[in-house]
């Protein structure tokens, strides 16, 4: 079974700090890797992705991704967290060439910023 | 951008009745997907379209029925709504990697 585990429910912050939001994941052969952010009352937006190339990807607001093979994730990072980023943040990889063109989706995590 | 829009945004149904949930995207996508979202289980795949024609089922396609009758509108259908399908519904559009989502649709069944 393919997964994609998000292993922190909830990540609590302060503005200013920085933050990593882990992702592991689980399947065999090329795979995209994508974060997307959801926030409250809201639909998912995507964030940044990964399929090849440079292990670290950048996204918006200062977001970026590392990929590491040996590890199985795609942790998401930001160097100096906002309020504004206090939202769900949710991993989610495709198998490429798989059936379906489905994506599998974590459970989330949680991120608060205190100001 | 890529736009994605749903309707209706809230409905209230009664168990037993149809509902349907209407997507539109205006990307150009081939696929579109229908996901709900409930409290400790994230987003579920239940219905999904690789084109103008295609339906295919998700991971939780029973009790709906899809839709899509062109490139850019996809529908989700409970023929015979029941209180268990009260949830978030969103729809979303998307190739490879990336997909770009609604707004989503509250749909409470009485």
């Known amino acids: 079974t393919q997964t994609v585990s998000q292993s922190d429910a909830h990540v609590t912050v302060f503005e200013g700090d920085s933050v990593e939001l882990r992702c592991n994941y689980s399947?065999?052969?090329?795979?995209?890797l994508s974060w997307y952010i959801q926030h409250h009352g809201r639909g998912l937006q995507f964030l940044l992705k990964?399929?090849?190339?440079?292990?670290v990807v950048q996204g918006v607001n200062g977001f970026e991704a590392e990929f590491s093979k040996s590890d199985s994730s795609f942790h998401l990072r930001k160097a100096s967290v906002h309020w504004s980023d206090s939202a769900v943040y949710f991993c989610?990889?495709?198998?490429?060439?798989?059936?379906?063109?489905?994506?599998?989706f974590g459970t989330g995590t949680l991120l608060s910023v205190k100001p | 951008e890529a736009a994605v829009t749903q309707s209706p945004r809230n409905k209230v149904a009664v168990t037993g009745g149809k509902v349907t949930l209407s997507c539109n995207q205006t990307?150009?996508?081939?696929?579109m997907y229908w996901y709900r979202q409930d409290t400790g289980h994230g987003l579920r795949l239940i219905h999904y379209s690789y084109g103008a024609g295609s339906t295919e089922k998700g991971d939780i396609p029973d009790g709906y029925k899809a839709s899509r009758p062109s490139q850019e509108n996809f529908s989700l259908i409970l023929e015979l709504a029941t209180p268990s399908q009260t949830s978030v519904y969103f729809c979303?559009?998307?190739?490879?990697?990336?997909?770009?989502f609604g707004p989503g649709t509250r749909l409470t069944v009485l």
């Open positions: 990307n150009n996508h081939n696929n």
């Open positions: 979303a559009s998307g190739d490879l990697g990336e997909q770009y």
């Open positions: 990964y399929y090849s190339g440079n292990p």
């Open positions: 399947y065999g052969g090329s795979i995209y």
């Open positions: 989610a990889a495709r198998n490429y060439g798989g059936s379906g063109n489905k994506l599998i």
